[in-house]
């Protein structure tokens, strides 16, 4: 597993990461693994998370027709 030493932290800034923490029942380093993770992995996949704003929206009704005229084939003929 890797490790990640943070720099220059302001004093004020790791109190409150401390005060979270306690709030969350967890140790410091737990809680900032937890902030990281949160950040950097979206909650929903993408397309559940479009899905979810269409039916916020009311629902989107797409009238597609597929195109049903034959295909030509490719030619690798120069």
Do not use: C, Y
């Not at 030493?5 to 306690?22: F, Q």
């Not at 380093?29 to 916020?56: C, D, K, T, Y």
């Amino acid at each position: 597993m890797s490790a990640l030493t943070v720099r220059n932290l302001p004093d004020e800034t790791h109190r409150a990461l401390k005060l979270r923490a306690a709030q969350h029942g967890r140790s410091t380093e737990a809680e900032i693994r937890h902030i990281l993770e949160n950040a950097v992995r979206p909650q929903a996949p993408m397309g559940s998370a479009l899905a979810a704003i269409g039916r916020s929206l009311g629902g989107v009704e797409l009238d597609f027709r597929r195109d049903a005229s034959p295909v030509a084939p490719a030619s690798f003929d120069s």
